[in-house]
C-alpha cells in the first residue's frame, strides 16, 4: 500500500553553485522534479 506525502519547497528561479550552497546554509535542499513529457522544474525543498 502507498502512502502519501507531502513536502513543502519553493520553486527555483536562479541556478549555480553560490546560490546552490547558500540554499544549503538555509536548511533548504535543491531538488529537479522530473515528469514524462514536460521540462525539468529545478525546486528547493525544506530541510527540516
Known sequence: MAIAQTLK???R???GK???NEL???QMIPSVVYGQGR????IALEGR
Not at 39 to 42: R, Y
Request: no cysteine; net charge positive.
Open 9 to 11: 519547497g519553493i520553486k
Open 13 to 15: 528561479e536562479l541556478r
Open 18 to 20: 553560490g546560490y546552490l
Open 24 to 26: 544549503r546554509r538555509g
Open 39 to 42: 521540462e525539468p522544474l529545478p
